[in-house]
C-alpha cells in the first residue's frame, strides 16, 4: 500500500471523523435535552433567541447556518411549544420577526446547565472543550461553493 492509497483509508478522512462526530454529538445532547422539551436543532434555535431577540427569521436562520426554510418548521415547532411568538414586522411586512415568550425566557434558567452536563457526559472540561471548538474554525461558517 502506497501512502496516497493510505489517504484514501475511510479511518483517514477527515469528513468521516466530523460526520460520526456531529451525529454522536446530537446523541449525547439527546437525553440532556430531553426533559426541556427541545431537540438539538431547537436548543440552537432557542440559544440563539437567548442572545438576542427579537430578531428577523433571516437573521436567525444566517446565523445557525440554516435556510429560511429550514428553520422556518422548528421556529413553528417552538411557537407551537409556547416558547416564541412570530409575527409580521410592523416595518416590513415581508419581515418575520420572532420573539422569545416569557415561557421561553424561562427556559433559560432550566438550560442554563446544559453546557456543564455535555463537559460530564465527555469528560472535557472548559478549555478542552473551547480548544476543539476553536479547531474547528476552518470549517464553520464555510458555505459550499455554487457551480
Not at 426541556?36 to 433567541?49: E, F, I, K, N, S
Not at 472543550?129 to 459550499?144: C, H, K, M, N
Request: charged content about 25%.
Amino acid at each position: 500500500m502506497t501512502a496516497s492509497d493510505d489517504l484514501l483509508r475511510l479511518e483517514n478522512q477527515l469528513c468521516f471523523a466530523l460526520v460520526t462526530a456531529a451525529r454522536n454529538v446530537v446523541a449525547i445532547y439527546r437525553p440532556i435535552l430531553e426533559p426541556l422539551g427541545l431537540t438539538h436543532p431547537q436548543y440552537l434555535v432557542m440559544l440563539a433567541l437567548w442572545e438576542r431577540d427579537p430578531r428577523p427569521l433571516n437573521d436567525l436562520a444566517a446565523e445557525l447556518a440554516m435556510e429560511p426554510a429550514t428553520a422556518s418548521p422548528l421556529v413553528k415547532r417552538l411557537e407551537a411549544e409556547g416558547l416564541i411568538a412570530r409575527q409580521r414586522s410592523s416595518e416590513d411586512e415581508r419581515r418575520l420577526d420572532i420573539t422569545l415568550t416569557a415561557t421561553g425566557r424561562a427556559l433559560r434558567e432550566r438550560a442554563v446547565n446544559v453546557p456543564q452536563q455535555v463537559m460530564e457526559a465527555v469528560g472535557m472540561n472548559v478549555g478542552e472543550i473551547s480548544a476543539l471548538r476553536d479547531g474547528l474554525g476552518p470549517f464553520v461558517g464555510r458555505r459550499a461553493e455554487s457551480d
